[in-house]
């Protein structure tokens, strides 16, 4: 940098700023994803998810929504869809841009008007009232990916699955349930739960494959519903998120006592631990009731790296208190909390019969 008066009068704040406004709109948003060097780690991740996942194909509208600082990952996108020479439009959207209601009704308009569309945003980055609308502008045809929280070891290692195999999986796992089931869930590090279906609640296998209209998380790989009922004890050895994305630091030190469904009892040694849950459960209603349990069914996710996006998606069980996702498993209350946690390496058995064996499947599912 230069100090004297040579230099140029600086430029007045206003065209500034609608210069960096256009970035979010305009071609340079593409120009600016186009000009980043793809890591050849991501290619296949990439590929994944706008061809394998999405189903695009030649010549259909992609809208890709970037949040800044995930540029890396958005570039790949935008890579492995021009490669099919899809058309695609780049939108890079940051926190101050989508207070403007004017902008997120054109965005929803464009969205509604694709085939398929990708939302790259961090967890604490986007605001969930925005990310909730991008999901919701529907469209006749429109795939959506959500790929919120998104990490590049998570394009190193859960994208880049047999996504056609995951699927296949999540299938063959619904296809074992029977309505009134009973799942009975041990570990090694004291979790002993008895988990009853409801026959009212279904199934959703998302396995990150989308055929039909509709929206999946991405990377995907898992299968949930929402039970009758949960008994015993839970110790989250694989993890626990608060709402906000955060992980409980040492959750394996928890143990967590259910009654007909409900956590009744937080119990561990470090009160910070129990207090951060506490807090999180009673923030809103039904935040102590169990919403989901699942599987996870990605068979190319091999070890934890800490982050909710992919750990819950690792071949294992996991059980989310607060949001039932009742527009999936069938679920008639709701609740704005979700806290999931973890069980790594359990012995699962369903109406008796092992289906999971120290965190691995029984052979007549794999």
Known sequence: MHA???????????????????????????????????????????????????GLEPGQKLILVCEPGLEEIGAALLRA??????????????????????????LSTRLAEAQASVLVASVGGLPPSFR?????????????GHMVGITGAMMQQAMRADYEEVDALGRRLVGRMKTRSV???????????????????????????LREPGWTNLPGGEVFT???????????????WLPDGH??????????????????AIEGRDPE????????????????????????TNTGVLASIGSLLQDLKMPGFHVTLGDPCGDLTGACWTSTVEVPLL??????LVDDVPIMVRGRYANELR
């Open 4 to 54: 004297g008066g040579n230099d140029p009068d600086p430029e007045p704040e206003e065209p500034r700023r609608r210069r960096r406004e256009s970035i979010t709109i305009s071609y340079e948003a593409r120009e600016l994803l186009a000009a980043h060097e793809v890591d050849p780690s991501f290619e296949l991740g990439a590929r994944n998810a706008v061809e394998t996942c999405l």
């Open 81 to 106: 869809a021009e490669q099919i020479d899809a058309q695609v439009t780049v939108f890079l959207v940051d926190r101050e841009r989508v207070k403007s209601d004017a902008f997120v009704t054109r």
């Open 132 to 144: 909730r609308r991008v999901i919701g502008a529907g469209g006749a045809e429109r795939r959506h």
């Open 183 to 209: 799942i009975r869930l041990e570990t090694t590090s004291g979790t002993a739960l008895t988990i009853r279906l409801d026959p009212e609640h279904r199934w959703h296998n998302a396995s990150g494959l």
């Open 226 to 240: 929402t039970p009758a009922s949960v008994d015993g004890v839970l110790v989250p050895d694989g993890g626990a």
């Open 247 to 264: 992980e409980i630091a040492r959750a394996g030190r928890l143990r967590l006592r259910f009654e007909g469904g409900e956590l009744t």
């Open 273 to 296: 631990e129990r207090r951060a849950l506490a807090e999180a459960v009673e923030a809103a209603p039904n935040g102590r009731r169990v919403g989901q349990i699942g599987f996870g």
């Open 343 to 348: 069980v790594r390496r359990p012995d699962v």
